[in-house]
């Protein structure tokens, strides 16, 4: 069974600080794996997705990796500022482009300017 | 916009109440998903659709609760005698069979948020 783990569960940097974000499954069959970001009572808001054949994929200030083998995914966000704080999960999808994602139960973050 | 609807919003009902949630997903997207997320915790798969055709349920989706997609557009999920432990986010997502990369690429709304009394 696929599970997906995130840590850490919670982070405080202050405004411009580079960090990293980790994910790690336990089955490394994933068709892909996709980032999100989430603000309270809110839906998810889709980052970043990494095909099972890519190594990373970037989007402004984000840069998402894959390394199925180890079964580890890392989010890395450059200059952060008080508008990056949310909630980050990470959910992989197995098997064929229809199934369900699983998902981490996410990293909480907050930045302080 | 076009992206992921659900409504309502927010629902507050006594226990022991029926509620129905709906969803309608981004045009021509022909995948649907309904996940569960409680406080704290990443969202939990329910059941999904392709089309109008029900491919998977979670044994989280207990006989109270039941969903459809009857023309494979807009889709409704009903729990039906609601209990506390009902409370929690209700997420809706999409995806499109068949885009260029075939990436399953799923969207999801801004959720209907139950609050069981």
């Known amino acids: 069974k696929q599970e997906v783990t995130q840590i850490p569960a919670a982070l405080s940097v202050p405004e411009g600080e580079n960090l990293v974000l980790n994910c790690s499954f336990t089955?490394?069959?994933?068709?892909?794996l996709q980032w999100f970001r989430q603000d309270p009572g809110k839906g998810l808001t889709s980052l970043l997705l990494?095909?099972?054949?890519?190594r990373e994929q970037t989007s402004g200030r984000l840069n998402a990796s894959l390394d199925k083998s180890s079964g580890r995914s890392t989010l890395y966000i450059a200059a952060s500022q008080p508008g990056d704080s949310a909630t980050y999960l990470c959910?992989?999808?197995?098997?064929?482009?229809?199934?369900?994602?699983?998902f981490g139960k996410g990293t909480t973050l907050s930045v302080s300017s | 916009d076009t992206g992921v609807s659900q409504d309502p919003r927010h629902k507050i009902t006594k226990r022991g109440q029926n509620v129905t949630f709906r969803c309608d997903p981004i045009s021509e997207h022909n995948r649907l998903y309904w996940y569960r997320q409680t406080l704290g915790q990443g969202p939990e798969f329910l059941t999904y659709f392709q089309n109008e055709a029900q491919l998977e349920k979670s044994r989280l989706l207990s006989d109270r609760f039941s969903a459809e997609r009857p023309k494979g557009s807009f889709s409704t999920l009903e729990i039906q005698r609601t209990e506390q432990g009902d409370s929690a986010m209700y997420l809706c997502?999409?995806?499109?069979?068949?885009?260029?990369?075939?990436?399953?690429?799923?969207?999801f709304g801004e959720g209907s948020r139950l609050t069981v009394l």
């Open positions: 997502a999409s995806s499109l069979r068949g885009d260029i990369a075939n990436t399953g690429e799923l969207f």
């Open positions: 089955d490394s069959a994933i068709y892909n």
């Open positions: 959910a992989v999808k197995v098997g064929q482009a229809g199934t369900a994602l699983i």
């Open positions: 990494i095909q099972s054949s890519q």
